[in-house]
């Protein structure tokens, strides 16, 4: 379960990946974010993955570089 309904839609529908960055085998990662959400897409070999810290659709924190920093406060 995770923030809001779209996003649990978008990582069973594969749009979206949620994981360990070092999993993922089968693309490259565009960005250098501390987070475990990616959003995926076909490329020309394999799949780009963008690393996102905040949902793109409720707009929560989902990172968990993010959610470290709030916890320490
Ligand atoms: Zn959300």
Redesign the pocket.
Known sequence: M???A??DEAIERGSLYCGQKSRIDDGRILNDLDTDYFIRSASGRGYDYLGINY?P????V?GRGLWMAEKKK
């Open positions: 995770h923030c809001c779209q996003l949902c659709f409720c707009g929560r989902i």
